[in-house]
């Protein structure tokens, strides 16, 4: 990874930000996520820094120009988990540890309000996303959930973020 990679947490104040980046990642994947570019491009500032007050969203530049996103939300029943969802990175990026980055950067931030692991769902047939998160060290739990906007199944996965993480 090249040395200006650069990560940034976002707040509220960032909906520019995140707009354009999200909006980015829903066309180049539009088969990665549960939402489309058609929905989230309707969305005013309004909406925009409501997502952003509601989750922990952090992006990777490099040169100034977003090459990956992802946040985390909370699990409501349980306080030391959190959810990592929207993660992303820009096809020029790919395989050369942005994702490790977002994803240590996210469980820092989360380590530091007690968060002891995160999980994350990764549809079924996405096998290039599950050996990623895998070779990061996530785990499957061996839950599948159905999603029937879709048609398909989502995997849950685990990363306990207690120690030394491994991502």
């Known amino acids: 990874m090249e040395s200006t990679l650069g990560l940034e947490?976002?707040?509220?104040?960032?909906?520019?930000?995140?707009?354009a980046a999200r909006l980015y990642a829903l066309l180049d994947s539009p088969d990665?996520?549960?939402?489309?570019?058609?929905?989230?491009?309707?969305?005013?500032?309004?909406?925009?820094?409501?997502?952003?007050?509601?989750?922990?969203?952090?992006?990777?530049?490099?040169?100034?120009?977003?090459i990956g996103l992802a946040k985390s939300v909370s699990e409501p029943a349980r306080s030391s988990t959190r959810y990592v969802e929207s993660a992303w990175v820009a096809p020029t990026h790919r395989r050369r540890g942005v994702l490790r980055a977002l994803l240590h950067g996210l469980a820092e931030i989360?380590?530091?309000?007690?968060?002891?692991?995160?999980?994350?769902?990764v549809l079924e047939d996405n096998q290039d996303?599950?050996?990623?998160?895998?070779?990061?060290?996530?785990?499957?739990?061996?839950?599948?959930?159905?999603l029937p906007s879709l048609g398909q199944f989502e995997l849950r996965l685990r990363l306990e973020i207690s120690a030394t993480p491994r991502c």
């Open 129 to 146: 996303a599950q050996r990623a998160y895998q070779v990061l060290g996530f785990e499957s739990t061996g839950d599948r959930q159905f």
């Open 32 to 66: 990665a996520f549960t939402s489309s570019y058609a929905y989230e491009s309707a969305w005013g500032e309004m909406e925009w820094q409501r997502v952003l007050d509601t989750a922990t969203w952090i992006v990777a530049r490099e040169a100034q120009r977003v």
């Open 110 to 121: 989360d380590r530091q309000m007690g968060v002891t692991e995160l999980m994350l769902w």
């Open 9 to 19: 947490l976002l707040t509220p104040l960032d909906w520019r930000v995140l707009r």
